[in-house]
């Protein structure tokens, strides 16, 4: 027998072997199906067959989320946010995550463009789809103010989202393009700071990397040696615009919170902003970069938490031995703002 009715039993999601109810689930899907269609997420049309209707308590007309695979959990179809299960939504729900670049994107950015490595702090697009996966649902607008070489846009691509992307280095802009064509009248060659005179409407969910004020232009003497040695880039850019040259920290900090309050007047009501950003060091002092970004962005987004991201493959090196603490800042925070 075909069961169209689950319920939870204990810790786990198990059918409903009753038969009456089973029909009355069968007829309600097919209501759905034909009256709700716009609101179920693709991948549940496309496997419409195997659908079944769920509610933990076992009753039929309260029932308002569906599955395919109990182990996958169950998508609520009130779900205003994104196209998750609850126990996918959970999952993602960990305050901290361990990631590492990846070879398969690394291939596909090098097969597509091979002097994407050009770009010296490039992250992954799988990360940044599952972020792409729980702040919007198909269809929607994602906004990068600082694309680099596209990784957020092949990410939007990935997931069928609508990407769009401000990028200063034209080498960079370039590289974006050709990664991901479909976005062409998208990408704009320009500054952040610009970015309210651009054509971008407005967006569900904007998520960036921005510079880690100069750190780059003080980047350790190996890094410099090594990508000098492969004629790789050693900074973002030499552009006076570009705000990883600028030295003074307080007016840095001024002009990278000015972009993200113009981005907030393009994100729709209760729509999410995410920065990933380190706290940086400079001659021994630390700079709070992630708090003081947490604090200025306060004043009109509703700051909602921070996801720590842990890269655990990077090779320590002993600052400050035999002398002094310093640290090896393996770890990047994801400020989660909203704009209510």
């Known amino acids: 027998m075909k069961y169209y009715f689950y319920y939870k039993e204990g810790k ?25 269609k716009d609101s179920i997420p693709d991948r549940f049309l496309k496997n419409w067959s195997n659908v079944a209707l769920y509610n933990p308590g076992g ?14 959990g169950a998508y609520d179809l009130s779900n ?14 960990c305050s901290w995550f361990i990631f590492n670049a990846l070879y398969k994107d690394l291939k596909e950015e090098r097969t597509i463009s091979p002097n994407s490595k050009d770009h010296p702090a490039t992250f992954s697009p799988t990360m940044i789809e599952e972020f792409i996966k729980f702040f919007t649902k198909k ?12 990784s957020t846009l092949v990410a939007c691509n990935r997931t069928g989202r609508i990407g769009y992307g401000v990028e200063l280095n034209k080498k960079y802009y370039d590289i974006s393009i050709k990664r991901t064509p479909e976005f062409k009248e998208n990408i704009f060659n320009d500054s952040a700071e610009n970015i309210k005179n651009l054509k971008i409407p407005e967006i569900v969910f904007s998520i960036s990397s921005p510079p880690y004020w100069n750190v780059l232009n003080r980047s350790t003497k190996d890094f410099k040696n090594k990508r000098i040695q492969d004629g790789l880039d050693q900074n973002y850019s030499t552009k006076v615009e570009d705000l990883g040259n600028i030295n003074n920290y307080e007016v ?18 209760n729509g999410y902003l995410v920065i990933i950003v380190k706290n940086v060091k400079k001659k021994g002092k630390m700079y709070p970069l992630a708090w003081d970004l947490a604090r200025i962005l306060s004043e009109k987004y509703e700051l909602k938490d921070e996801k720590i991201w842990i890269q655990d493959k990077i090779k320590l090196a ?17 400020l989660i703002f909203q704009k209510k």
Do not use: M
Request: proline share 6%; charged share 25%; hydrophobic share 40%.
């Open 318 to 334: 002993p600052y400050g031995y035999p002398s002094a603490w310093v640290s090896n800042i393996l770890h990047h925070y994801c």
């Open 80 to 93: 205003p946010l994104n196209e998750l299960t609850g126990r996918e939504w959970v999952k993602f729900t």
């Open 12 to 36: 786990n999601i198990v059918p409903v072997k009753d038969k009456k109810k089973n029909e009355q689930a069968r007829r309600r899907l097919a209501n759905l199906l034909k009256n709700k």
């Open 59 to 72: 009753d039929v007309q309260a029932a308002r989320a569906i599955l395919i695979n109990p182990d996958d």
């Open 139 to 150: 269809g929607e607008a994602v906004l990068d103010p600082f694309s680099g070489i596209g």
């Open 252 to 269: 840095f900090l001024k002009r990278l919170t000015r972009i993200y309050f113009n981005v907030y007047d393009l994100l729709k009501k």
